[in-house]
């Protein structure tokens, strides 16, 4: 029996959990380098940028969570299509990843030549919401265009998680940290214009993708040579819309829903609360990472059990404890530690409330509780479920969000994030069991 092939252990809980494990153990080794990384940067850019520079950088490089859609969905359907490898005909696999990265390309040309007119017509500041500024024109445009460049290359990171691989792609992610701490250091020696900085984040993202696109063309040849993407195959393939139509929708509704914060907080609020939200983002995101790390091994899992049967709603429980019990660890973290590790990214020159640490610690639990769900709604039935509970967030999410800011400032956005994901885990979980029901 191939190794693909589902087993008798496959559909216990430990086998169920062993790819989660085994991208939590990457992303834990990983995360030190990256956590330091990402405090360095942050205080180097402190200190050389100050506060308000700080607060410009963060939210161009913050302004890059907000276009996922830009790969249109493409990912979700390549990440499909080499799960079910073993079960479909290779050719057709190819077909997938050919015409996706065939489309990211234009898309990336699109993407850096849009960056550049924005700038030439100086709408960048008004996007952020800051002071003209030319360097603030020039910094964007540049890093949109790494962002552009890398943006095809992004694919070997869900092909690596079709494979099962997720954990190899999640060890790469360190060099995006160390990349931005080199290239801003080297800003910071030599006096670089604010671009410079800017530069790095996104160059390191780059670098990411290109590591890991070449990593998914070996794993793919060594695996089965005709599906790699260099060899022919039909021009389209007609599994592409059925994914990448709801996952458009989602990655276009989600950034809106819950990560939109820093926009929101530089228009309904302040730079400072800018500044007290990113500096807290700072520690959370690495902690978010290891979460969504370890929960994008179960999309292959859940995807190979519905080709020989279903997922059960025992199956969804077992892995939505597991990871209820994990973000339950790392929120008690946020909550000892982040302190200390604010006071040393800031060195004072920033305050930030306890208050708002306890917000993000109990974003992270939601978050985490939420994963497994919206693993397993990842068929194309379950794609367009989750994207009616994304456009729901969005519908809670930015007027609740644009209120608290007016009023609690930084922690504002955190608690109507907060709010929208839990409302999102209590529906999902609702429609997963009447599916179940209905479709036993």
Sequence with gaps: MGDDMPSTDDQGA??????????????????????????????????????????????IVG????????????????????????????????????????????VGVGIAIAAWLLAAFGIWHLVLGVSANSSVEIAAAVGFTFFGAGLPLSLGA????????????????????????LVVAAAASTSAPFWVFVAGPFLGTFVVAAASWALARRSLQSLNPST??????????????????????????????????RIILSHASTLNAVAQYSLVFALFGPLNSLIAASGGSLWPVF?????????????????TAGFAGVGLLLSAAMILIGPLLVRFM????????????????????????????????????????????????????????????????????????????A????????????????NP
């Design 228 to 261: 790699a993407p260099a060899q022919n195959a039909p021009p389209q393939s007609p599994t592409i819309a059925l994914y990448a139509v709801p996952m458009l929708i989602i990655a276009l509704a989600e950034p809106v829903a819950w990560q939109a914060d």
């Design 63 to 106: 302004l890059a969570s907000l276009v996922p859609f830009l790969d249109l969905g493409l990912g979700a359907a390549v990440t499909d299509a080499v799960a079910r490898h073993a079960t479909s005909d290779p050719v057709d696999t190819a077909a997938v990843l050919r015409r996706s990265q065939r489309i990211l390309v234009g």
């Design 303 to 319: 995807a190979r059990r519905r080709t020989v049967g279903a997922v059960t709603s025992g199956d969804v429980a077992r892995t």
């Design 14 to 59: 430990a086998a169920l959990l062993s790819g989660a494990a085994k991208s939590f153990t990457a992303r834990a080794i990983t995360l030190p380098v990256i956590a330091v990384a990402g405090l360095l940067v942050t205080r180097v850019v402190i200190d050389a940028l100050g506060s308000d520079g700080y607060a410009s950088y963060a939210l």
């Design 346 to 421: 800031a060195r004072d020159a920033v305050e930030v409330p306890w208050q708002l640490f306890w917000s993000f610690a109990a974003l992270l639990l939601l978050v985490a509780m939420w994963i497994p769900t919206g693993m397993v709604l990842t068929d194309p039935q379950g794609l367009r479920i989750q994207a009616g509970l994304v456009i729901g967030q969005v519908i809670i999410n930015i007027p609740l969000s644009i209120a608290l800011a007016a009023r609690w400032g930084a922690i504002g956005p955190v608690v109507a994030s907060a709010v929208a994901i």
């Design 158 to 181: 869900r092909v690596l998680q079709g494979l099962g691989r997720n954990h190899l792609a999640v060890s790469l992610q360190s060099l995006q940290a160390l990349t931005a701490l």
């Design 423 to 438: 409302v999102s885990n209590c529906v999902g979980w609702l429609i997963f069991s009447v599916r179940r029901s209905t």
